[in-house]
């Protein structure tokens, strides 16, 4: 695959507006990054790096949170967050 | 410039009621006034608010005590942690609207220790930068040549405490976002073990990697803050367990400490007196020093930006513009999407985005996402193998002190590279210091880089405490 | 070729969500009815700088489900993050586990079927929100936001129907039994996502798999899974390529519709959720967990059907735990056998109930009124057509059993002497029978008994009435 098509498609996966001439500037820097990253292939490596403590498990009681809604977005119709069509 | 004084002496001058709380509000708001339309280090003031506060404590004759060890300290926070019912813009347009209806843990922390909020600080966009250049908010002067990059992250942060903006503040740290400015700003930077601060309010860049950290004139002080942060919080569940120790800062370099220096720091090198700045205070205090060969280093942007760009990847989704943000709306779903995303992020953010992606996507994980866990654990292991022979690793903080103003800006590659000596410490998780070095290069400071074995922030303070007064 | 010459096999996805109180990364109360966006936090919203909490009863109740199932519960499991853009999903990822399942490698049996579907994973993981649409915009509420849920997927060895039906069904009654989940499939907590696929009989490659989403009845399982079966044996006959591809069960028309390959193409881009460390358990409390699971829904049943109640009054039992209170409380409060509650339960109320329409919840009788006529029925108080009549009045009016049988006047003549007399008449009024009785002919003690209960109004026990009758034909001899 070469990299224009790769990213477009990650561009697409990740929901991001790419006009032409950013494709272009992204395309470039793309390559030459992985390419930076990709030294690290190079290295047999092993190991894994794991929490030195387990996942704390809070108790099952339910909390008042007052939050409004109405202060986080101007998009609201009766309690809900407004959005253009799915299927448009 | 006027200098303020450390939060340790505030405390004092404060308590032998030879400062009001009041002074020292205005004392920064002349400051600001002086130097901030240049600086640009505050995206929000809240000058009144703090001066009311300030008030308040001076008529009812409140002052420092063990309850509240900060009482009228001003500090400045990090516009990518949540102050309660102020905007939190983490320098993107993406969040223009938004503001934070919770405090941070860090925050409440401060607030119950009595501190007052005076703003919060400009940084690069999510805090994804070395420059402070990659600002919605326009980029940040280095105080101290403002033809120079005030460094990122963090770099409002350093730059409001370097000009007297504020006593302290709040930055973050992910692969060297707060040691680095601090570095460029001649001031102290502290990066806590990760797990050691709460990460709740703090807006997410790369999880496994973020944590808070104090910018502050004098290590004491980031003792002082970091003593107030620490510690276990439920509300984030990567927080360590323990309470952190004690800390004793007297001040004496301990019998028998061994440092080493890393080897492939000093090595690559380009500017010489850059290692003999870091070095000479030591060699004076004759602290046994030894070369530490930690060859995984010269690779650590390699394996710091990939982690950081997938975590990243996945930490940005939630900006779409439905629930909060800005919003550029099209006729469909889909369209909006890609518009508000596509518009709200800037090139370095966007950039970011698209190879972190790229990183964790169907037949490129192996190769990228998942090899460079594998370095990271590898490195961590290195780190473990050098903290057997020494006690602390030293290093200069950047390869290079202060850079021009759009010197790297065009040449992304070039930028992450000065993250070299910052991020290892970050993927090993390790607690790492950048204290000012006495010699200058070039007129301009340079930072000593301090790392320890995970969890032995308390050591590492005192050890720089006591570096610092040589 | 028929559909018998085909094998179709399939496997089931069922998210359950799990009876906890708040939800599985947030202690917002878990209430999806309440206004649109009330039981919302900057966590569940996926606000910026938030980080997730564990609901340990979710945990508990995963590992509860898990053991009932036959899984083996890991002792370290870890969360993963699954990203997709949804407008129902804030943070654009869901926290879920993926390859450190919670539980893996369990089975169920499917009653009455001798088969057992192998249960290949169970992991836990937070429901998205809901979308509400329309054609000029949708309305997203983030209410469902949030809550736990456990996912538990079986190996694909369901070869029809009938058997998903089945299996559907026992694993919903093992997860209300065990109250690891309210599992009303009406309400989205019992989500099934089945996917299916066809082959030949003989064929060693498998075929081409649909899978099919928003399936919320176990009808509309049932006509989805007929639906993609007939589908894909159609395809096949005529030789065409099946593409492999998800589809919406539409509800209003009854049909499966193609998912857009846009909506389809997804690369989830799983790695480990940075904000949690991996979930450690201890073996004891697993083992303690394990000592508190009630009796499974199978064993139940057995132990019913041993104890003398047919198959399907066991299954009755079992699948409703209201029923099964109530029968246990009869047994209790009446000493009823297991012969009278079920009869006057499940035969007889039951009955009534299904006549009125009424639910169990909506009978008015209560178990202690119930309890109360079967034993005025054993003490020859009642009779039995007069203790059904009460039963129909009791459910109508709602009031006690002895109260309304005076009222009503059902209750048995007890009186000795009226006995003796209605015996005595019956006799002066049947020479001939009274003589062919006396000639031996003493099967026709029942039409005399049934003479004296006429007049009685059917209001005796029969049996104190054949007592009185057999003393009184002695002594008219």
């Given amino acids: 695959m070469t990299r224009g098509v790769e990213i477009l498609k990650v561009a697409e996966l990740a929901r991001l507006e790419l006009k032409s001439g950013e494709r272009q500037r992204f395309g470039t820097e793309f390559e030459r990054i992985t390419a930076y990253f990709a030294q690290l292939q190079k290295l047999s490596l092993e190991g894994e790096i794991t929490f030195p403590y387990p996942c704390p498990r809070a108790p099952d009681r339910p909390r008042d949170y007052e939050i409004k809604v109405e202060k986080l977005s101007e998009y609201l119709k009766d309690g809900y967050f407004k959005i253009p069509p799915l299927l448009a | ?470 | 070729m028929q559909s018998k010459d085909y094998e179709i096999i399939i496997g089931l996805e069922v998210h359950a969500q799990l009876a906890t109180r708040s939800k599985m990364f947030c202690r917002c109360e878990v209430d999806v009815d309440a206004a649109p966006n009330t039981k919302v936090c900057p966590i569940c919203l996926g606000l910026p700088g938030i980080l997730p909490q564990t609901n340990d009863q979710a945990i508990k109740l995963g590992i509860r489900a898990a053991l009932a199932l036959g899984c083996s519960v890991n002792l370290e499991s870890r969360w993963a993050r699954k990203h997709y853009f949804s407008p129902d999903l804030p943070k654009g990822y869901q926290i879920t586990q993926y390859e450190h399942p919670l539980a893996t490698g369990g089975a169920l049996e499917l009653p009455g079927m001798d088969k057992k579907v192998r249960i290949r994973r169970l992991h836990l993981e937070e429901d998205a929100g809901k979308l509400v649409h329309s054609s000029r915009e949708t309305l997203v509420d983030f209410n469902r936001c949030g809550v736990p849920l456990a996912e538990i997927v079986t190996e694909p060895d369901i070869s029809s129907v009938e058997e998903a039906d089945t299996y559907l069904k026992e694993l919903r009654l093992v997860l209300r039994s065990l109250g690891v989940s309210d599992a009303e499939m009406e309400r989205g907590h019992f989500r099934c996502e089945p996917n299916i696929s066809v082959r030949p009989r003989g064929q060693e490659k498998l075929g081409v798999r649909s899978e099919i989403k928003n399936l919320n009845s176990f009808k509309a399982v049932r006509e989805g899974i007929e639906r993609a079966v007939k589908d894909q044996i159609e395809w096949l006959e005529q030789g065409e390529k099946i593409v492999q591809t998800t589809y919406l069960w539409d509800e209003k028309l009854r049909e499966l519709k193609p998912m857009r390959a846009k909506e389809t193409a997804a690369d989830y881009r799983y790695f480990p959720e940075p904000d949690l460390p991996p979930l450690i358990l201890a073996g004891s409390e697993i083992a303690e967990i394990k000592s508190t699971l009630p009796d499974l829904p199978a064993v139940k049943r057995k132990k019913l059907i041993e104890a003398g109640l047919s198959e399907q009054d066991a299954a009755v039992l079992v699948a409703e735990p209201e029923w099964e209170e109530y029968f246990k409380g009869l047994l209790v409060e009446a000493s009823a056998s297991i012969k009278e509650a079920s009869t006057w339960l499940l035969n007889e109320a039951r009955g009534i109930m299904a006549e009125r329409k009424e639910t169990l919840a909506e009978f008015k009788v209560p178990v202690k009124e119930l309890a109360s006529l079967i034993k005025l029925l054993r003490d020859g108080k009642l009779t039995r057509p007069a203790a059904k009549d009460l039963l129909a009045a009791m459910a109508d009016k709602g009031r006690g059993a002895a109260e309304l049988m005076e009222e009503l006047d059902l209750g048995s003549v007890s009186d000795e002497g009226l006995l003796e007399e209605t015996a005595r008449k019956v006799i002066e009024e049947n020479p001939d029978v009274v003589d062919r009785y006396h000639k031996g002919k003493t099967g026709v003690l029942g039409f005399l008994v049934g003479q004296c209960m006429k007049k009685l109004r059917g209001k005796a026990d029969p049996n104190a009435v054949r007592e009185i009758l057999l003393k009184s034909l002695q002594e008219s001899k």
């Fill in chain 2, 1 to 470: 410039m006027s200098k303020l004084p450390s939060i340790a002496e505030l405390i004092l001058l404060i308590a032998r009621e030879e400062r009001k709380a009041t002074e020292i509000i205005e004392e920064i708001k002349g400051n600001i006034g002086r130097k901030e339309s240049e600086a640009n280090a505050y995206i929000n003031l809240f000058l009144d608010e703090a001066l009311a506060q300030a008030k308040q404590l001076d008529a009812s004759g409140s002052k420092p005590d063990e309850e509240k060890p900060l009482q009228g300290i001003p500090i400045a926070i990090k516009d990518n942690i949540c102050v309660s019912g102020k905007p939190c813009t983490c320098a993107s347009r993406i969040l223009e609207g938004f503001i934070a209806p919770y405090d941070a843990t860090v925050v409440a922390r401060l607030k119950d220790a009595g501190a007052i909020i005076v703003g919060k600080t400009n940084l690069d966009e999510f805090a994804m930068g070395s420059s402070n250049e990659n600002s919605a908010y326009g980029p940040v002067q280095n105080p101290l040549d403002t033809e120079r990059v005030a460094g990122g992250s963090s770099g409002g942060s350093a730059a409001a405490v370097a000009y007297g903006g504020a006593v302290a503040a709040l930055g973050s740290d992910t692969g060297g976002s707060a040691r680095q400015p601090a570095a460029f700003c001649g001031l102290v930077g502290f990066r806590p073990s990760y797990g050691r601060v709460s990460r709740y309010g703090l807006v997410a860049f790369a999880s496994s990697l973020d944590q808070v950290c104090p910018i502050t004139r004098t290590v004491q002080d980031a003792a002082l803050i970091y003593s107030i942060i620490a510690g276990p919080d439920p509300c984030d569940s990567t927080t360590y367990p323990a309470e952190p120790e004690e800390m004793d800062l007297a001040g004496e370099i301990p019998e028998g400490i061994k440092v080493g220096l890393i080897k492939e720091c000093f090595d690559d090198l380009e500017d010489e007196r850059m290692g003999d700045a870091v070095l000479r205070s030591f060699r004076e205090a004759r602290v046994e020093l030894v070369e530490v060969s930690i060859p995984l280093v010269r690779l650590s942007v390699a394996g710091y930006q990939l982690l950081a760009m997938a975590e990243a990847s996945s930490n940005l989704a939630r900006y779409d513009g439905i629930r909060y943000g800005r919003r550029i709306e099209r006729l469909g779903l889909r369209e909006t999407y890609f518009a508000t995303r596509g518009e709200g992020f800037g090139d370095e953010v966007t950039r970011r985005i698209l190879i972190g992606t790229f990183g964790l996507s169907e037949g490129y994980i192996d190769a990228y996402y998942n090899t460079a866990l594998r370095y990271r654990a590898a490195l961590a292991a290195e780190f473990e193998e050098a903290f057997k022979k020494v006690d602390f690793l030293l290093s200069p903080t950047a390869p290079t002190p202060a850079f021009k103003l759009g010197e790297k800006i065009r040449d992304p590659l070039a930028m992450y590279l000065s993250d070299i000596f910052t991020a290892p410490a970050a993927l090993a998780a390790l607690p790492a210091i950048s204290i000012p070095a006495p010699d200058k290069v070039d007129g301009l400071p340079v930072g000593i880089q301090i790392t320890a074995p995970r969890f032995a922030d308390a050591k590492l303070l005192e050890f720089a405490h006591a570096v610092e007064r040589l």
